[in-house]
């Protein structure tokens, strides 16, 4: 789970001492599990709706952890260093683009571990990437080329021998992937 060690802690109440109609912190990931993850902390107002967030109640102040990016928080630590310029408040979250998978973990999170771990990094020599859009029925990947690959004369290619093949092989409970991408726009694409 998040840690926050108590030099943050005392930093947060300072923070929280100076609001209004404020209960506490809620900390969340926005696009969790891609490559534009961001780790986020926010003040949560007496009437924020928390659904089924974790709270964790620290000595002075109470946190809200967003129950969709908990897998996604497992290990941070938010931390707080003085210096001159007053000082810093750090969020750090090594899970937060791709949390720990096994076979326990969603279909998503699998998906996406084999694509930005093994696939993208390959995409990425031509500037292109693919992601995740959603799994249909839990066995069909929906994907969407971007960058190099957008428009790319060689997409096919790499969808069915490269991609569909990788994670077809490494998750076989997944019977086929399908590409949404409009590849009419070949403004970015390697190969015209």
């Given amino acids: 789970m998040v840690t926050i060690t108590e030099s943050a802690q005392e930093y947060l109440v300072e923070l929280l001492s100076k609001q209004d109609g404020v209960k506490g912190i809620r900390v ?47 290990d941070a630590l938010v931390d707080y260093a003085s210096d001159r ?54 066995e069909i990947a929906i994907l969407q080329f971007g960058g190099g690959c957008q428009g790319c004369g060689m997409v096919d290619l790499t969808l069915k021998d490269g991609v569909e093949k990788t994670l077809l092989e490494q998750l076989p409970q997944l019977k086929a992937v399908r590409d949404i991408t409009d590849h009419s726009d070949r403004s970015q694409a390697y190969y015209t």
Wanted: with cysteine; charged share 25%.
């Fill in 28 to 74: 969340f990931i926005n696009h969790p599990g891609t490559p534009r993850a961001e780790t986020c902390i926010a003040y949560c107002r007496e009437d924020d709706d928390i659904g089924a967030d974790e709270q964790v109640d620290y000595a002075k102040f109470s946190a809200w952890f967003d129950a969709p990016s908990l897998p996604y928080l497992e």
């Fill in 85 to 138: 310029m007053g000082g810093q408040l750090t969020i750090k979250a090594p899970n937060a683009k791709l949390p720990r998978v096994d076979e326990n973990s969603s279909i998503e999170d699998r998906i996406n571990y084999v694509l930005y771990n093994e696939v993208n990094p390959g995409l990425a020599a031509h500037g292109g990437e693919v992601s995740l859009m959603e799994v249909v029925d839990g």
